[in-house]
């Protein structure tokens, strides 16, 4: 093999390590606790029937939903600063409140954060970045998973 062969061997093989370990760093990401793969209840179902780890794993993926939720709806309401009644019909179009259930508590608690927090609402950065997002998550697993139950 020739020189030019080998460094041109050499320095496709530096090319495609400096790709594969660009690409492994560009998807590695902080996995944060709403994420849907982060539910510590998922695995330890398989196999069980246990009506509280069944009502935690709800928990875990209705406050997984709704914590984004709510920082898109603030983002919402910080865009339609003028028209607030605009962004409550839009946010009561999107989630009810006319359930009789928990989802009902919920959804008032999205439009409460919505509106509250719509200032810290960062449309420039991702909901795992946003404050409105860590906020919801806390209020939600601060609940009782007995509420989940029926949702």
């Not at 246990?50 to 920082?71: G, P, R, V, Y």
């Not at 009644?85 to 009789?100: G, Q």
């Not at 209020?139 to 029926?150: I, K």
């Amino acid at each position: 093999m020739s020189t030019r062969s080998l460094f041109k061997l050499k320095l496709t093989l530096v090319m495609a390590s400096l790709l594969c370990c660009a690409q492994s760093y560009a998807t590695e990401k902080k996995q944060m606790p709403w994420d849907f793969d982060s539910n510590i209840y998922r695995e330890q179902l398989s196999g069980i029937n246990n009506q509280d780890l069944i009502n935690k794993d709800k928990q875990w993926d209705e406050c997984s939903m709704m914590a984004t939720s709510t920082d898109r709806m603030a983002l919402g309401v910080q865009s339609n600063k003028e028209d607030h009644d605009f962004a409550r019909e839009i946010i009561l179009d999107l989630y009810p409140v006319d359930n009789d259930s928990f989802r009902d508590v919920i959804n008032q608690k999205i439009m409460g954060l919505a509106f509250e927090m719509a200032d810290l609402a960062d449309g420039d950065k991702t909901s795992d970045e946003s404050p409105v997002t860590q906020a919801a998550w806390d209020w939600c697993l601060a609940q009782d998973h007995q509420h989940f139950a029926d949702l």
